[in-house]
């Protein structure tokens, strides 16, 4: 078949016009965008994302280049600028600026981005669905159905349409095949930060809400496989490569998430993420186990499943303590929504509100002492 792989993108990234930032993450050193290209349309929305790239071990070489080695470029070289912020004993403070080959920033963009494309780059309030098989039938499952993002580009993959390059691994089997290739999110070159998607060739399982014990050959074709072909393609030991799915997907055509354990990836958390071993135990025990189970899933404000759980279940709101309600009854919703978030324990929190509530220095002394 024929490879339709467009090279270029219809958009110019320098062109592209902010309009807000989405996210800014200071952990993952990314920061999300939405804006548009103006030159192209005034209305429809781009996503732009820069994440600054993970260090490899060959960027810190200070081996003398010879006629077998080649020079490669390195932080160490005569083309670091540094500018030095203090020296205080055996310590310094620098900002360095290395060579022009060592500065690039990933990006990823996502035009034209949809309402759902917004919501999954922002910073938002986050809430847990405890999903029964109920719920699932009568509430989850007609939003899939209704709302989900469009899986095109995956069929483009499964059918060779486009990203036939990336592709790392291909079993064909209709039954029990998938294909391996690199997630968005990795850059593709430095294995310490690995990121690779298993998707299935069967177009029929939505999620892991879908799989039964006649799966069992397919998952267990996608952990050995998968294995093997990274183990023999990238050198890592097996034991230490992490597979799981998510629950819920950011898009509904099964598919298998894989980095090393060391890799402190999106999306592992306890809350989103399911091990593949897990899900192959549960089914071995019960044929129908993810058609039994009560799955908790995180859905953000803004998305319209929150929206239609809340009209069955008690979701934004919950009733404050009476000591922290207490004469704060015309005081916005908004605040206990941070005290949810907070370390504090509600008695602290209360001292923290009295000492910024008392101006007066004497009074503000004794709420010290009793709140010590």
Not at 84 to 102: A, C, H, K, M, R
Request: overall charge negative.
């Amino acid at each position: 078949m024929e490879n339709s792989e467009i090279k270029s993108p219809t958009y110019d990234i320098s062109k592209f016009r902010l309009k807000r930032i989405l996210n800014n993450n200071s952990v993952r050193k990314s920061i999300s965008l939405l804006g548009t290209f103006p030159d192209l349309s005034e209305t429809d929305e781009a996503i732009v994302v820069f994440e600054k790239n993970a260090y490899q071990e060959s960027d810190i070489s200070t081996e003398a280049a010879s006629k077998e080695s080649p020079a490669k470029p390195s932080y160490f070289s005569a083309e670091l600028k540094v500018n030095t912020e203090f020296i205080n004993n055996i310590y310094g403070s620098f900002q360095v600026v290395p060579s022009l080959d060592l500065c690039a920033v990933k990006s990823t963009v996502i035009y034209p981005a949809t309402d759902k494309h917004v919501e999954k780059y922002s910073i938002c309030q986050k809430y847990l669905i405890r999903e029964t098989p109920d719920l699932y039938e009568s509430t989850t499952l007609p939003y899939i159905n209704e709302s989900q993002f469009s899986l095109e580009w995956v069929y483009n993959i499964l059918e060779h349409k486009k990203e036939t390059e990336r592709i790392v691994f291909e079993d064909k089997d209709p039954e029990t095949g998938f294909i391996l290739l690199p997630d968005l999110k990795w850059d593709g070159r430095n294995v310490e930060n690995l990121y690779l998607l298993g998707i299935v060739h069967k177009h029929d399982i939505k999620s892991i809400r879908d799989l039964n014990g006649s799966h069992l050959p397919l998952l267990l074709n996608i952990r050995q496989s998968a294995k093997d072909e990274i183990s023999k393609r990238y050198g890592l030991n097996p034991n230490q490569l992490r597979m799981y799915f998510h629950y819920q997907p950011s898009f509904y055509h099964l598919h298998v998430h894989i980095n090393p354990i060391r890799n402190d990836a999106p999306g592992i958390w306890c809350e989103k993420s399911h091990m593949l071993d897990t899900v192959i135990s549960n089914l071995e025990l019960l044929s129908d186990y993810y058609q039994r189970a009560t799955l908790p899933f995180v859905v953000y404000e803004g998305n319209k499943l929150l929206d239609l759980y809340e009209e069955k279940l008690t979701v934004r709101s919950v009733a404050a303590p009476i000591s922290e309600s207490k004469g704060r009854e015309e005081e916005p919703a908004v605040e206990s929504a941070v005290d949810g978030f907070s370390d504090d324990d509600p008695e602290e929190r209360e001292c923290k509100r009295i000492r910024l509530a008392t101006p007066d220095p004497k009074e503000a002394e004794a709420t010290a002492q009793v709140c010590a």
